[in-house]
C-alpha cells in the first residue's frame, strides 16, 4: 500500500502561482511512476503531469504546458506541481496518485493509488 497525501492548494489570483506537494508513505517511493490529476465539478478526472520513476520523464496536458512544472524528490518522497501563470479554468481539485505499471502512463485507470485531493481555486 501506499499512502498519499496532497496539500499546498488554495485560492490565488489569475496569473498567480501555487506549488502543490504529495509526500507519499508506505513502499518504497521510487518504484512508482508519480501523476497529478485534476477534477472540475460536472467534468471528467484529467490527466494535468506525470514524472518518470527517476524524474527524467515528464509529460504533460497540452493545456498546461509551459506553466507548469512536474517534479519529484526520492529521497524525500514527495512530487511536487508547480503552477504559474494561474488561470480561472485551471479550478480544480488536484489529485496525485501513483502507479506501479512497467511504462509512465496518463490514463486515471492505470494508477493504483490516489491521494485525497487538494483544491486550487483561480479567481478572475
Known amino acids: 500500500q501506499v499512502q498519499l497525501v496532497e496539500s499546498g492548494g488554495g485560492l490565488v489570483q489569475a496569473g498567480g502561482s501555487l506549488r502543490l506537494s504529495c509526500k507519499a508513505s508506505?513502499?518504497?517511493?521510487?518504484?512508482?511512476?508519480m501523476g497529478w490529476f485534476r477534477q472540475a465539478p460536472g467534468k471528467e478526472r484529467e490527466f494535468v503531469a506525470a514524472i518518470s520513476r527517476g524524474g527524467s520523464n515528464t509529460p504533460y496536458a497540452d493545456s498546461v504546458k509551459g506553466r507548469f512544472a512536474i517534479s519529484r524528490d526520492n529521497a524525500k518522497n514527495t512530487v511536487y506541481l508547480q503552477m504559474t501563470s494561474l488561470k480561472p479554468e485551471d479550478t480544480a481539485v488536484y489529485y496525485c496518485?501513483?502507479?506501479?505499471?512497467?511504462?509512465?502512463?496518463?490514463?486515471?485507470?492505470?494508477?493504483?493509488?490516489w491521494g485525497q485531493g487538494t483544491q486550487v481555486t483561480v479567481s478572475s
Open positions: 496518485a501513483a502507479t506501479s505499471r512497467f511504462i509512465l502512463t496518463t490514463t486515471p485507470k492505470d494508477y493504483n493509488y
Open positions: 508506505g513502499r518504497t517511493f521510487s518504484n512508482y511512476h
